[in-house]
């Protein structure tokens, strides 16, 4: 598996290059192309499912007088906020090499198995003696409070699987920019997000450390060794992703179609 730890400078961007490799990959059927991309949006903002109805899942008064833009990603899920203090990653894997993750079940547990042992290793050498279960469908929890939540993108050949990680971020912006989801997991108990989210941040003498300390893990859990210049999408993205961003992410009539 190829490994990248880069962060691009829109939030626009990010969402697009998550698509943009998928589908060159898929493209080509066959070919060892997995990879690991680690990353944070450089500012922040409401991104919501594929099929996530604005009105139902985002205060948008509250995010049109702070100013946050509202985005939406190709894959499923209910909407989330993201920005400084949210690692996110993404997950590009084969359904040749990895047939089990042709079935929802099978992919959050061959992706989430081992983004909880990641986790876990990185707090324990921080210090943290927390314990990270999963939850829910494919949540990651410390005492029954999310700190990390998950989405995915089926194509015929390959599998894109991204998520979020609450480290810092400032928990109040759920809250705010944030409508009660119209779906909720059991475990979730019908608690608002100020009861039911939580973040790494109280737990963790050194954020930084920690955010470090979770690279390397994933990195070794999925055996992410493989150089990004090696990768053949990393020679086609600077000319792909224009068009994306145009087709797509810079289309104002994407992000708010539902």
């Not at 919501?48 to 100013?67: F, H, I, P, T, Y």
């Not at 209910?78 to 920005?83: D, N």
């Not at 979020?164 to 912006?173: A, F, G, K, Q, R």
């Amino acid at each position: 598996m190829y490994f990248w730890d880069y962060s691009f400078d829109t939030p626009q961007a990010n969402l697009a290059f998550d698509e943009a490799i998928l589908e060159y990959v898929d493209s080509l059927e066959a070919g060892d192309w997995e990879l690991l991309r680690l990353w944070e949006m450089p500012s922040p903002c409401v991104v919501v499912g594929r099929s996530s109805k604005l009105s139902l899942e985002v205060n948008q008064e509250a995010c049109q007088q702070d100013g946050i833009p509202i985005f939406r990603r190709m894959s499923g899920g209910a909407s989330i906020v993201a920005g400084p203090g949210c690692q996110m990653f993404s997950v590009l894997l084969s359904l040749k090499q990895r047939p089990e993750c042709r079935g929802l079940d099978g992919a959050h547990q061959c992706v989430m198995s081992r983004i909880q042992r990641a986790v876990q290793s990185a707090l324990g050498n921080v210090g943290s003696n927390c314990q990270v279960s999963i939850q829910g469908v494919c949540d990651l929890t410390i005492d029954g409070r999310k700190i990390s939540g998950n989405a995915l993108r089926l194509k015929r050949h390959w599998l894109m699987y991204h998520g979020t990680l609450l480290v810092d971020m400032p928990l109040e912006w759920i809250h705010r920019y944030l409508l009660e989801p119209p779906k909720q997991p059991e475990y979730r108990a019908h608690r608002e997000h100020r009861e039911f989210v939580e973040s790494l941040g109280p737990n963790l003498p050194d954020p930084s450390r920690f955010v470090r300390e979770f690279h390397r893990a994933c990195q070794s859990q999925w055996d992410a060794n493989e150089r990004w210049e090696e990768h053949p999408f990393a020679r086609e993205y600077p000319a792909m992703m224009p068009l994306w961003l145009e087709r797509r992410y810079n289309d104002s009539a994407w992000h708010r179609q539902r």
